[in-house]
């Protein structure tokens, strides 16, 4: 490639769809709860909050979660390869596309990826 910046930009575009299907792989095979099921989850924490701190509260002390999950295996991993390629597919098709459709240059909406697609 004698174009550095399109092999610069190319190398952007491939890291950050890489990086994106991986950290969205590891999240799903280590069941992280979503931001929205952490948001939703914030009514309640900020009521027990409200609760323990009305003055009626033991002497405070660190409370350690149990947990019965272990990590799950690498991404090259027989079980987890699935969910990296689904993962893999939606990264690349998202930076393709211009909003919820593939990009070809006449959408109305503007390009999602600025190093996969120009103007």
Not at 1 to 13: H, I, N
Not at 28 to 53: E, G, H
């Amino acid at each position: 490639m004698k174009s550095t910046t399109f092999s610069g930009a190319l190398s952007r575009l491939r890291s950050t769809i890489q990086r994106q299907s991986q950290s969205k792989s590891r999240a799903q095979a280590n069941s992280v709860p979503t931001k929205a099921s952490l948001i939703q989850a914030m009514r309640s924490d900020i009521k027990l909050i409200d609760k323990l701190s009305s003055g009626n509260v033991s002497e405070p002390r660190r409370i350690t979660i149990p947990t019965q999950n272990e990590l799950a295996p690498p991404l090259d991993d027989p079980n987890i390869a699935p969910i990296f390629d689904k993962n893999l597919a939606e990264s690349i098709l998202s930076a393709g596309s211009a909003g919820d459709e593939i990009y070809n240059g006449f959408n109305e909406v503007g390009h999602n990826n600025t190093d996969w697609t120009s103007d």
